[in-house]
């Protein structure tokens, strides 16, 4: 692979030294990579509005890293909803009491976009201290709800950035009935998970009883896109509709009863799970699941060159297979058997993974 540089030699040297002098070596790859864009992106002679939004998205995306960093060993669920539903609406009570469920009986915290209506019943079931805002600065909605915590609050400019923001920090995510930006949000997360852009997350859309929104929502879903044949109908399996917060909250924690991560290596697909199967249901899954391998079968492995390089998930077993890359609703459906073999646990866990 060429060298990425600005093709200067001068240039490429004081970035070398620049970069050498102001940190310990790590991931020097890439910063020096960062600062050659931004030189060359100089030389372009871009547009001042170019230069100014790619500006803000790098620091807009720096600083969410930063402040979710200190919070990397717990996990997070992301809830999306409507601003502009009140306090006696029911689906404001399904959220206070879904956050609380995550928080103080499965050991999670809460990721809104720290807006009011559904986010704010979101944090202030959570609570302050258990609360991140994922804010989007609005002309007519600025200031986040006041069950968020200053320091856990981050603003974005662009929605793009804070999408990235929200997926690439969560481990699973809650919707709730909502207007345009939920539904933006909704077919974004199904639509990254589908094509493989975002490793596989549980994805539950909740209603209080009797409103019907995720029904008329299930209903196009499978009579106009599964019966047009738009979608497979595995990939039905990449989201659960329920009525009930502790069963959202069941199916959250079932994902990571067993599964831990998902990495590729050298073309092939290792999951990562805390309880290696038995001969006997790995024999089942190759025979439930043979339509999905490109070639030999699921088996177990150990740790690769790679992963132990990077000291990657070592103390995890590792069931490998030469996935399609094409059916992430058949995979999802592997991960949820594999989860089947064992009793649920409590969640720890590595950080969630956006496909990069």
Known sequence: MRPYNTGNDTLDRLIDELVTSAGDGAQEDLVKELIVSAVKLYRDHADRGDVKLINAAVKELRYSTLIFSKYRDIPKVTVFGSARVDEQNANYHLALEFAREMVNERGWMVVTGAGPGIMQAANEGAGADHSFGV??????????NPFVDAERTINFKYFFTRKVGFIKESHAFALFPGGFGTMDETFELLTLVQTGKSD????????????????????????DLLGNGLIAPDDLALYKTTNSASDAADEISHFYANYRSQRYVDGRLLIRVRTTPTEAQLANLNDRFADIVAKGEIELVDPTPVEIKDGDSLDDARVALYFNRRSYGRLRRLVDSLNDLVEPRPVVHPPPTFNV
């Open 135 to 144: 804010n989007i600065r609005l002309p007519f909605e600025d200031a986040a």
């Open 200 to 223: 596989l997350h549980p994805i539950v859309l909740l209603e209080a009883d009797d409103t019907g929104y995720w029904e008329t929502f299930n209903e196009f879903v499978r009579q």
